[in-house]
């Protein structure tokens, strides 16, 4: 099983930048790709970004040309990094991974709050 630790999240304006960063813990080997997703209030949860162990990355629609998501094998850290913040970016930010075969767990960290402010 893996365990995944966000961190980074904060307070900061709007243009701002913020790098959040999950650390992963435990077998990676039933791990296809990592993710980040985010929950406002009141919405659902949605994608941000995703990143495969063979490098290939998907954005949200919102976030495109903004977000850089990373991954760095050896640290065991998957980053977020997220320029010209938003007010609508206002939300907590979860680590994600995908499992190779659709039967096994996906893991979900804590998450950690950004808030964007006018």
């Known amino acids: 099983q893996v365990q995944l630790a966000e961190s980074g999240g904060g307070h900061v304006r709007a243009g701002g930048s913020l790098r959040l960063s999950c650390a992963v813990s435990?077998?990676?080997?039933?791990?296809?790709?990592f993710a980040w997703y985010r929950q406002a209030p009141g919405k659902q949860r949605e994608l941000v970004a995703s990143?495969?162990?063979?490098?290939?990355?998907t954005y949200g629609s919102a976030v495109k040309g903004r977000f850089t998501v990373s991954r760095d094998s050896v640290r065991n850290t998957v980053s977020l990094q997220m320029n010209s913040l938003r007010p609508e970016d206002t939300a907590v930010y979860y680590c994600n991974t995908k499992p190779l075969y659709s039967w096994q767990p996906e893991s979900w960290g804590e998450g950690t709050q950004v808030t964007v402010s006018s």
């Open positions: 435990g077998s990676t080997s039933a791990v296809d790709a």
């Open positions: 990143i495969t162990k063979a490098g290939t990355i």
